[in-house]
């Protein structure tokens, strides 16, 4: 199953993962730049790839929520830290992390969204806790 890098973490990151994963991609590889995330989902749950993104907005903002909970995608958020860092300690932290982020996304039920810890804790986002609509928000 693919992984596909969100446009928001540098392909050169990707580069450095592929000698230790083949089944990654970035998304520059595949999508026009400047594709919005709503019409980036359709096309992951066509190919049945899972999302791994450091852009915390797309878990937060309401209609980014219902757009990926509509597509049903799989979707793993990096911690807010990784962004924070320079892009060495950004490859350091995710070849450490890399093994067990991709066995728990890899295995995880299609349309579970993942959240991953600094620590490289990676926990299920409670259902709960997502917007699926607009109705009473």
């Not at 000698?19 to 999508?31: K, L, M, S």
């Not at 937060?60 to 990784?82: G, Q, Y």
């Not at 962004?83 to 579970?112: C, D, F, M, N, Y």
Request: aromatic share 6%; charged share 35%.
């Amino acid at each position: 199953m693919i992984c596909l890098f969100d446009a928001c973490i540098s392909p050169r990151i990707v580069e450095a993962l592929r000698e230790t994963d083949e089944d990654i991609a970035h998304h520059n590889e595949h999508f026009p730049e400047g594709t919005l995330d709503p019409e980036l989902y359709p096309k992951l749950k066509e190919r049945g790839w899972i999302l791994i993104t450091a852009d915390d907005h797309q878990h937060r903002k309401p209609r980014l929520k219902i757009a990926i909970n509509k597509a049903k995608i799989t979707a793993v958020f990096l911690c807010e830290e990784f962004t924070h860092r320079r892009r060495a300690e950004q490859l350091t932290w995710i070849q450490r992390w890399w093994p067990k982020i991709a066995r728990k996304a890899r295995k995880a039920k299609v349309g579970t969204l993942l959240n991953v810890r600094d620590n490289g804790e990676v926990r299920e986002v409670p259902a709960a806790s997502r917007i699926t609509s607009h109705k009473g928000r």
